[in-house]
């Protein structure tokens, strides 16, 4: 593989993590996505090309906006560089394959209901629902999972988190568990099969549990006053299932079942 990938794909990421975050702050708020350029959230004013290049634009301005000097989100420039990242690491893995394309994709998902998740407490239908009949279909590929695969994928990863809201209603006599998550491990579920989805559901409450208790002894306020959503930590959960995934299943079969 030479070089010229390389740099072309970190290229693309960077330009599509700049759009996605245009689609994570847009979309929520019910604007159009693809409708007029760029402005600042600040001022409102327009940006001129120049100021849209991705993270070069962020160190060039200071973290700041060119026109109100508003302070700019460093989760911008990280939203680009985490979208390159991902795209590399996927050319290295898979060369410009079929599975490159449509971890790339789901990745891009997964970074979008990571930070609307985070910022309003929603995982928006109109990525999971497609996202279901997408890891439905990309199954069929060559070298997909096969349909029967996803197809007990999208039953496990959906009925776990449907069981575990039933059941946690029950406990709790509160929601614990929204129909967003139930419908994004059904998508995580079709797109990589049962026993990723088991293996990221163990990563998503091994990190959830961690970051709750710590975000609990921070601050009693934040304890009292809102739920922290699960969506990230499925996404979380998701991008070590895609990347680690093989491995960890392989070292399980060999030491758990071909015990000695
Ligand atoms: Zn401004």
């Given at each position: 593989m030479n070089i010229g990938t390389y740099i072309t794909v970190a290229a693309f990421g960077l330009v599509?993590?700049?759009?996605?975050?245009?689609?994570?702050?847009?979309?929520?708020?019910?604007?159009?996505?693809?409708?007029?350029?760029?402005?600042?959230?600040?001022?409102?004013?327009?940006?001129?090309?120049?100021?849209?290049i991705p993270v070069l634009s962020y160190?060039?301005?200071?973290?700041?906006?060119?026109?109100?000097?508003?302070?700019?989100?460093?989760?911008?420039?990280?939203?680009?560089?985490?979208?390159?990242?991902?795209?590399?690491?996927l050319l290295w893995q898979y060369h410009l394959s079929i599975p490159f394309y449509v971890f790339s994709a789901l990745c891009c998902a997964l970074i979008v209901i990571f930070f609307i998740d985070l910022d309003h407490q929603i995982i928006p239908d109109w990525i999971t629902l497609p996202g279901i009949v997408a890891g439905l279909a990309v199954s069929f590929v060559p070298g997909g999972i096969g349909i029967l695969q996803s197809a007990i994928g999208l039953v496990v990863g959906g009925g776990s988190l449907f069981l575990a809201a039933v059941i946690g209603?029950?406990?709790?006599?509160?929601?614990?568990?929204?129909?967003?998550?139930?419908?994004?491990?059904?998508?995580?579920?079709?797109?990589?099969?049962?026993?990723?989805?088991?293996?990221?559901?163990m990563a998503a409450a091994a990190i959830g549990l961690v970051v709750s208790i710590i975000w609990m002894a921070l601050s009693a306020k934040l304890r009292k006053e809102r739920l922290i959503p699960f969506g990230?930590?499925?996404?979380?959960?998701?991008?070590?299932?895609?990347v680690y995934g093989d491995r960890l299943i392989q070292f399980y079969v060999q030491n758990f079942l071909h015990g000695n």
């Amino acid at each position: 593989m030479n070089i010229g990938t390389y740099i072309t794909v970190a290229a693309f990421g960077l330009v599509i993590g700049s759009f996605l975050n245009v689609v994570i702050y847009r979309l929520p708020l019910g604007m159009i996505v693809a409708a007029g350029r760029s402005f600042c959230p600040s001022c409102k004013t327009q940006l001129k090309w120049y100021c849209n290049i991705p993270v070069l634009s962020y160190m060039a301005l200071r973290g700041k906006c060119g026109f109100c000097h508003a302070h700019i989100s460093i989760r911008y420039p990280l939203v680009e560089l985490l979208t390159a990242a991902c795209g590399l690491y996927l050319l290295w893995q898979y060369h410009l394959s079929i599975p490159f394309y449509v971890f790339s994709a789901l990745c891009c998902a997964l970074i979008v209901i990571f930070f609307i998740d985070l910022d309003h407490q929603i995982i928006p239908d109109w990525i999971t629902l497609p996202g279901i009949v997408a890891g439905l279909a990309v199954s069929f590929v060559p070298g997909g999972i096969g349909i029967l695969q996803s197809a007990i994928g999208l039953v496990v990863g959906g009925g776990s988190l449907f069981l575990a809201a039933v059941i946690g209603e029950k406990l709790f006599k509160k929601e614990a568990m929204g129909g967003g998550d139930i419908k994004m491990a059904a998508m995580l579920g079709a797109f990589l099969g049962w026993q990723k989805v088991l293996l990221l559901f163990m990563a998503a409450a091994a990190i959830g549990l961690v970051v709750s208790i710590i975000w609990m002894a921070l601050s009693a306020k934040l304890r009292k006053e809102r739920l922290i959503p699960f969506g990230p930590f499925l996404a979380l959960g998701a991008m070590l299932a895609i990347v680690y995934g093989d491995r960890l299943i392989q070292f399980y079969v060999q030491n758990f079942l071909h015990g000695n």
